[in-house]
């Protein structure tokens, strides 16, 4: 009767080990979406035209309030599409430029936790509301606004 009650357990052993890498791989355990957005692969010189028509347009500073943006009580006709990733061509992302700075929101992610890609051309600076950053080509980087303030994220500038 031992050795049935060994496999039983070495049996759930297993099962719940499994879980727990199922439970990391769906949650995304390890480096967090935001994180592992790749640079740009549209190289020509062409590729920021959207960039410079969006913020010809609109301006570097089209959000002037304190803290964090809740990007869901925005006007939703700002748009910026033709950015530099073929991944994104023909789509249109929700965009708005801050103290010099084009934030374009790729994830609204859960509640009020959002991320996306920044355009940081003029400053090497994050509004504290930015709780994680890196940079991934030249003035691009990765951005994350947590609902928590409190979040201790990466911050890395180029």
């Not at 992302?93 to 003029?122: C, E, K, M």
């Not at 509004?127 to 951005?143: D, L, T």
Request: proline share 8%; aromatic share 12%.
């Amino acid at each position: 009767m031992r050795p049935v009650k060994n496999v039983i357990a070495i049996a759930s052993t297993v099962v719940a080990g499994l879980s727990v890498f199922l439970l990391c791989a769906l949650a995304g355990c390890g480096p967090q979406a935001w994180e592992r957005i790749p640079p740009p692969d549209i190289q020509h010189p062409a590729a920021l035209a959207s960039v410079e028509h969006f913020t010809v347009t609109n301006g570097w500073n089209m959000y002037t309030n304190q803290g964090g943006v809740q990007w869901e009580e925005l006007d939703t006709n700002c748009v910026i599409g033709g950015l530099p990733w073929t991944r994104w061509r023909g789509q249109k992302f929700q965009a708005l430029t801050r103290n010099g700075i084009l934030f374009v929101l790729l994830d609204p992610g859960w509640h009020h936790d959002y991320s996306g890609v920044a355009y940081n051309p003029h400053t090497n600076h994050f509004p504290e509301c930015i709780r994680g950053f890196k940079p991934i080509s030249e003035h691009w980087y990765v951005w994350m606004q947590p609902e928590f303030q409190s979040a201790r994220l990466k911050q890395k500038y180029a």
